[in-house]
């Protein structure tokens, strides 16, 4: 009761056992008709475990995927509320598990999800470009991360750029943080104007900050922009 279930449920994985064992009892010869020819080699129970583990693991595999696909979702959707000031992520150096499923053992739900993803990640590729690229990494180690083109991963850190910023409100002339964040724009001339236009208008704060990159100081904000009275 209260349990969360993925979109790989305990009913598809009892239909593909189910299905694994029906094209086992198919593949036995029938009893009743005599075999005069030596029967070729047939799949054993040794084999239908074989099978059956294979399919547990890569459920394993995908309800892992999804986890790691749910957390990046929920991070996209509030990166408007989170805080500039937190210690700055270390590069990632875990390898990145494959994903060992073969087109003739997906199914309808898991094709939709992993296209699902697919759109996700593509909105998120330029964030993450300048966010791995801000931590050190090289073009070459991105693009291998994201298998993506080197070439994808230069003209991403050529054309877009990556601001933090910090919202304020003022009462009785005190200013007060109300929220933080980041956004990738378009490299242009007036970039940051526009973006911090924007946030004015669309939260209602009276002033923004911006930094390139990843926030620092007050000090080192390349715009701090005010409500007009």
């Known amino acids: 009761m209260g349990e969360t279930r993925s979109p790989l449920t305990d009913r598809w994985f009892i239909e593909q056992i189910t299905a694994v064992a029906q094209q086992f009892l198919r593949s036995q010869p029938d009893p009743r008709v005599p075999d005069a020819s030596p029967a070729p080699r047939r799949s054993g129970p040794e084999d239908l475990a074989a099978r059956a583990a294979r399919l547990s693991a890569q459920r394993a595999r995908l309800e892992q995927e999804e986890a ?36 003739d053992d997906l199914t309808l739900t898991e094709a939709g999800r992993i296209r699902r993803a697919y759109k996700v990640t593509e909105a998120a590729l330029p964030r993450l470009v300048l966010e791995a690229a801000a931590d050190g990494l090289d073009a070459p180690a991105i693009a291998r991360d994201l298998a993506v083109t080197p070439s994808y991963v230069y003209r991403i850190l050529r054309e877009r750029v990556r601001y933090t ?53 007050d000090a080192e904000a390349i715009l701090v922009r005010t409500r007009a009275a």
């Open 165 to 217: 910023w910090r919202l304020d409100g003022c009462d009785h002339g005190v200013w007060t943080v109300r929220g933080s964040g980041q956004d990738v724009v378009e490299r242009a001339l007036g970039s940051e104007t526009r973006l911090a236009e924007r946030l004015l208008t669309e939260t209602g704060a009276d002033r923004v900050l911006l930094w390139e990159g990843a926030r620092t100081t």
């Open 68 to 103: 790691a696909l749910q957390a990046d979702v929920e991070r996209l959707n509030h990166a408007a509320g989170r805080d500039s000031d937190a210690a700055p992520r270390p590069a990632r150096t875990t390898a990145v598990p494959a994903l060992d499923i073969s087109a």
